[in-house]
Structure formats: structure tokens, C-alpha cells
């Protein structure tokens, strides 16, 4: 939502001002409590994009005051890309997320825009849940509030929003029982990441054996479509038992044609991991027949998996906590970069560096250890891909071939 930004910073002040109404106002709730009757406060659920940070969706508040003609959106969800080092801040867990107000009609047009469709749930409150949310909006509004630590799974756009709604109800909320869910923050972001495979495939790298762990539902709501599932399917229970459902209505914004998306890269990772092995087994068949020993395969492909390694051991140091202990990294080893010039100067002399019977130890526990943590397909084919070679190399050390 980054292209927001300008039409934000334009309308903010004046919008934050009004939101609740004057000072006096906010002094006096007794007074201004009435005046919430032409007030709806909605959640808005948006569907997902074509970028990697859209492919889950977003959510955000909607308050609209009829009387007074205001309409707007609360987005938990700015960031800009031209903060220093977004990148690498975003992969160490250390970006930096911010609270923006604009029309709600901006907001929805941006959307439309993009081809993603609106959903908005009318919350059933009472003028007294009204004024504490809207006061709760104006206090996070504020320019030493609004800036957030943002956390994909458990501090993101869509829990600022729910926290903001349920945590100023004056009951609590139940959420309908649908038996025992086993589903992991993996399986979960796998619904929706499904036709960008790439972008799987580094969500799979990068997420390590805890991101395989079952979750509850109050962690499951990291995901918009899965608040908006809850949210649909709760009720608001008050101090004497008396029971509300938590939407009052449902409306479709929004709902553009079905489209079919391609990947911008047409060969998915399983099919570029099956390419490396048919060139391994290439590289070997070829040595076999010509009796030489081409090492320079060698050298490459232990760079490679050593330098995947220190991304993984990098991970190891970041503050998502699903990402630090990451099973992957015994196949994609940063020690491997560490051998590979004393393992090519052996390979050159055809001799079997012993670090090699390690790496294929190693390789063998990454697949054991694959009971716990789900891994990519590709992943499971580099691995064959690096095992046929160390095997083909003990062969040919071991007999000479000449």
C-alpha cells in the first residue's frame, strides 16, 4: 500500500482531528456516546495481490460517521521500501510498520485498481464500544504511537486490527468451536502462495521446524481471510451471559472477473531442481566415458550450498522466532564453504577429501529430520542431486579411474 503514502500524509491531520469529535468532546464521553448512533465501525478484508508482500491479503478498519460525512480507512499496514535497508531489515525481523488514515474511498479505488477484491463486516457494537474504539484510534494516531515492530505471524496489519476491535468490547468475544486445528503458520501461508512458486520455495527456505508446529486460533488470525472466517462466526458475550453475534451484516465491495495468474517465471523450482540432477548425472556419465574428472562442478556447486548455508545461519541471528532453528541447514551448510578449496585441491589430485563422507552424513540427517519440518520438493531433489555426486566422486577416488 506503499503508493498511499502521498494521499495519506495529505488528509491525516485534518481527518485525526475529527475523528472523534473535539477535545471537550473526548472529556465528556457521557455526551458524546449518543451521538455514535450514526457510527458504523466495520472490518474490511482485502484479497490478495500480485506482489510477494500481497499474496496473503490485508485488513483493515473502516469508521464511517453518516451524520457527520466522515468515511475512513485505519491501515496498519504502511511501510515504504525507501527506508534503509528494508530488505535485509525485513528478513532480520526489524521493520518497522505504520498506523495511516485515509478516505475510504481512496483506499478502496486503490484496491479495485489492483484487481483485489473488498469484503466488509459491519460490526454489531453498542455506542459505548463505538466511542472506546474510535478514542483508542485517536490515541494509537499519535505520532509517538503510530509506529509499530512489525512481526509477520504475530504483530501484523491484520492482528493490530483485530486487537484494536476486541480488546475496547465491553464482553467477550466467543468464537465458534470447530474441533481441534492442526494447522502450522507453513500450512496456512501454503493456501495462498500457491501459484507463486518461487516465493514458496523462500518462505520454505527461510522458515525453519517451529513455523511445523500446530497453532491455536488467536495465532491462526495472523491471516485476513481467517479473521474474517472468525469474525463471521463469533458472538459477544456480556457480563450477565447475554449473547450478541459480532457482525450485524456482510458486504461484497468489491468482487472482480476470476483471473488466472502466470508466474512471471514459467519453470517452477521442482522443475530447475530436476535440471540439476539430470546435469549432475550428466557431468557423470560424460567423466566416464571420457576418464576425466571435471572438479570445476565440483567447486561450484560447494560454493553454492555454502553460500545458501550462511543466508540460513544469518537467519539464526533474526527476531522472527519461526526462523532460528531451521533443519535446512545441514544440507545447505556454511561449513561446506569453509572445505570447498581443500576438497577441489584433493578432488584435483583425485583424492576423497573426508569432508565429503560428512556433507552426505549430514545430507542424509537434513531428509531424517524432514519427519518434523516440511520441506520444499526442490529441496528434497538438490539433495539427491548432491548425494549422486558424492557417491559418483568416492567411486572414481576409490578405483582411479584413468
Given at each position: ?181 492442526h ?31 500446530p ?58 531442481a ?5 546435469f ?14 571435471y ?50 585441491k ?6 576423497f ?32 542431486s ?7 566422486l ?9
Amino acid at each position: 500500500m506503499k503508493h498511499l503514502n502521498i494521499i495519506f500524509r495529505a488528509c491525516i491531520l485534518a481527518i485525526s482531528l475529527s475523528l472523534t469529535g473535539s477535545t471537550t468532546a473526548q472529556n465528556k464521553p457521557q455526551t458524546a456516546i449518543p451521538a455514535m448512533d450514526s457510527v458504523a465501525i466495520s472490518l474490511i478484508t482485502c484479497g490478495p495481490g500480485q506482489e510477494v508482500y500481497s499474496l496473503y491479503g490485508h485488513t483493515a478498519i473502516r469508521f464511517h460517521d453518516k451524520a457527520r460525512g466522515q468515511d475512513i480507512a485505519i491501515n496498519y499496514g504502511m511501510f515504504s521500501f525507501h527506508q534503509k535497508f528494508f530488505i535485509l531489515r525485513f528478513v532480520f525481523g526489524l521493520t518497522d510498520y505504520e498506523m495511516g488514515i485515509a478516505p475510504f474511498d481512496y483506499f478502496l479505488e486503490a484496491y479495485k485498481q489492483e484487481g483485489r477484491w473488498v469484503r466488509e463486516q459491519t460490526l454489531n457494537l453498542t455506542n459505548e464500544e463505538k466511542w472506546a474504539i474510535s478514542q483508542a484510534i485517536d490515541e494509537n494516531y499519535r505520532p509517538e504511537n503510530r509506529v509499530y515492530r512489525y512481526n509477520y505471524f504475530y504483530d501484523n496489519c491484520t492482528t493490530r486490527a483485530r486487537d484494536m476491535i476486541v480488546s475496547h468490547l465491553t464482553g467477550r468475544v466467543h468464537y465458534e468451536d470447530e474441533g481441534e486445528s492442526h494447522a502450522s503458520f507453513r500450512s496456512m501461508i501454503h493456501q495462498w502462495n500457491g501459484y507463486a512458486r518461487w516465493s514458496r520455495l523462500g518462505n520454505d527456505l527461510l522458515l525453519g521446524v517451529k513455523a511445523d508446529l500446530p497453532t491455536n486460533r488467536s495465532e491462526r488470525q495472523f491471516l485476513p481471510d481467517t479473521l474474517s472466517h472468525d469474525f463471521d462466526h463469533a458472538t459477544i458475550v456480556d457480563r450477565h451471559g447475554h449473547k450478541r453475534p459480532l457482525v450485524l451484516s456482510n458486504e461484497m465491495l468489491y468482487s472482480p472477473a476470476m483471473v488466472i495468474s502466470t508466474p512471471a517465471f514459467p519453470y517452477s523450482p521442482a522443475y530447475c531442481a530436476w535440471m540439476l540432477f539430470a546435469f549432475v548425472v550428466g557431468v557423470i556419465l560424460l567423466e566416464s566415458y571420457t576418464h576425466k574428472l571435471y572438479w570445476g562442478v565440483d567447486a561450484i556447486l560447494l560454493t553454492a550450498d555454502g553460500i545458501a548455508g550462511l543466508i540460513l545461519l544469518a537467519m539464526v541471528f533474526s527476531q522472527h522466532p519461526t526462523v532460528s532453528l531451521n533443519f535446512q541447514i545441514l544440507l545447505l551448510c556454511p561449513l561446506t564453504l569453509v572445505f570447498a578449496y581443500p576438497v577441489t585441491k584433493q578432488l584435483r589430485k583425485r583424492q576423497f577429501h573426508s569432508y565429503l563422507s560428512t556433507m552426505a552424513g549430514l545430507i542424509t540427517l537434513t531428509m531424517i529430520l524432514g519427519y518434523w519440518q516440511h520441506y520444499d520438493t526442490a529441496i528434497y531433489i538438490v539433495a539427491l542431486s548432491l548425494l549422486t555426486r558424492i557417491l559418483a566422486l568416492r567411486m572414481w577416488c576409490k578405483y582411479r579411474i584413468k
